[in-house]
């Protein structure tokens, strides 16, 4: 019987939210959330259950389909938003100076990750095949280039 080292190595990484998110430690990190449907919600609730170790988290993001959970506005602000899609969501967080709105087409997402310093990207992605390899799922658009050029990959297995 012939070893599968690919699903071996995909096991041997496998990690809790809360061990995972713990990675980040330091709000001076550049963490980007893939976009859309592909929003890895498991993490972003870890992300905000250990909100008091941060302030002022740079957070990429595309807003639309996310219900939107680190829009802070009030008190010490754990995350600073900055956003390539404007959002109602996000009123609170403009009214406090606790985000920013970066004018970008969505076609140029990917070049713009790859020259701008990303320390962490929270991904979602399919379970491994028998390899031990993962689908991006249905929203890709600058998945792959995140997956390439973030410092450190946190992907939820959905």
Known sequence: MQENK?????????????????????????VFLAPFC????QLVKELIRQKERFHLLNLYTCIVGSPCLYAESEGN???FIRTFLGSSLLKGVF??????YIPLNLSELPEWVETNKIDFAMI???PPNHDGYCNLGISVDIIQSLSKHAGIVIAQVN
């Open 6 to 30: 690919g699903l071996d190595l995909y096991r041997s990484r496998i990690v809790t939210a809360e061990k995972a998110i713990s990675l980040i430690d330091s709000s001076s990190h550049n």
């Open 38 to 41: 592909n929003e890895p919600q």
């Open 77 to 79: 602000p754990h995350f």
């Open 95 to 100: 009214h406090a100076g606790n985000g920013d």
């Open 124 to 126: 979602q992605v399919t």
